[in-house]
């Protein structure tokens, strides 16, 4: 049995992938993206990002955004939707700021609105602010930060549940797994939502690991109850796990099998884990390479799109 198949019978909602536009001409690839019984759910990897649907002040385009939710709709697979509020991958009328705070409150209603509206009733979830926090526990810098302070943040979420209110709304960070400074900061971000009266339903654990270095499934289980108990769902939403230097032996592939079980055991652990998608599913296309010098082979596919022991170690778990 396949991924998504076994980890609905395991309880959870789905086992997804993220997919990038520019891979929906590679044929073998796309077999498995269109398995529904692999990959339960999928989520645009940048077609949805800021840059992309609104380049230029209220001018929204949505024909690279379209693509890979029409796929999922035609394959009636769930969709996440990523991201709103996000430092990157931000146009540069936005980064380079000059507003004052209400006309940020403006530009970022006026974005949401609008492309939360576009897809209304598709996304069973949208990932509304991004990365807020820094690794060490304080905010992230960002444009929205500096201008708005932490006002941001219920600003965003009110936005999108006023355009679409059956989409789940995550906040959504990477590093949270280690329950460290960040993981405080990201309790505090909800809490600080929670308390403006603005509605959250989840938080996103991006799951950007390193082999070796990945936390143990009860840790994990101990990070991710930390947001369960503040009534909200939690999911991994971006997981892949880099090799910190490649090609990587059979040993650390194995420890690459088991790292990644620890991750999808400590999802089946917490209720209100509700489900685990990989950021790319086969080494072929994937972001770690370009953004982690020397690290990669991240994926649970090969670049030949063979399973990996990753792939075989989460199959039996699940
Ligand atoms: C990455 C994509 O995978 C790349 O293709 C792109 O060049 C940069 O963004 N956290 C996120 C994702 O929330 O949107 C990022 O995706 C990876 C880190």
Same mark, same amino acid.
């Given at each position: ?13 789905? #086992? ?7 891979? @929906? ?88 609105? !609008? ?19 820094? %690794? ?38 990477? !590093? ?6 960040? @993981? ?16 959250? %339903?989840?938080?996103? #654990? ?20 930390? #947001? ?21 032996? %059979? ?17 089946? %652990? ?15 296309? !994937?972001?770690?390479?370009?953004? #982690? ?26």
């Amino acid at each position: 049995a396949q991924l998504h198949s076994l980890a609905l019978d395991a309880g959870l909602l789905y #086992f997804g992938t993220t997919v990038d536009n520019g891979y @929906t001409s590679d044929a073998p690839y796309m077999a498995i993206v269109n398995d529904v019984d692999e990959f339960g759910q999928l989520v645009p990897e940048n077609a949805q990002k800021w840059d992309a649907t609104e380049a230029t002040q209220n001018t929204f385009t949505y024909t690279k955004a379209d693509v890979i939710p029409d796929l999922a709709a035609t394959n009636g697979q769930i969709l996440r939707c990523h991201a709103l509020t996000w430092y990157s991958q931000l146009p540069s009328w936005v980064s380079s700021g000059g507003f004052t705070a209400a006309q940020l409150q403006s530009v970022i209603e006026a974005h949401i609105s !609008n492309v939360v509206g576009h897809f209304k009733g598709d996304c069973y979830a949208w990932d509304v602010v991004n990365e807020a926090a820094a %690794d060490d526990g304080t905010w992230r810098s960002s444009v929205f930060y500096e201008t708005m302070g932490t006002d941001f943040l219920a600003v965003s979420f009110n936005a999108a549940h006023e355009a679409d209110p059956s989409a789940k709304l995550y906040y959504n960070d990477y !590093n949270l797994e280690y329950n460290g400074a960040k @993981t405080d900061k990201a309790v505090e971000i909800v809490k600080i939502i929670q308390d403006a009266g603005a509605p959250i %339903d989840g938080v996103g #654990f991006q799951g950007h690991l390193i082999v070796g270095s990945t936390p143990s499934r009860s840790s994990l289980v101990t990070a991710l109850k930390r #947001f369960t108990a503040l009534g909200v769902e939690v999911a991994y939403t971006e997981l892949d796990i880099r090799h910190a230097s490649i090609p990587a032996s %059979d040993s650390a592939k194995t420890t690459q099998a088991n790292d990644y079980t620890n991750v999808v055991g400590s999802c089946l %652990d917490v209720e209100g884990c509700v489900g685990i998608t990989v950021w790319g599913f086969t080494d072929r296309y !994937n972001w770690v390479p370009a953004t #982690f010098s020397g690290a990669g082979e991240a994926c649970i596919y090969d670049e030949g799109l063979n399973k990996k022991p990753a792939w075989t170690s989460i199959s039996s778990l699940l």
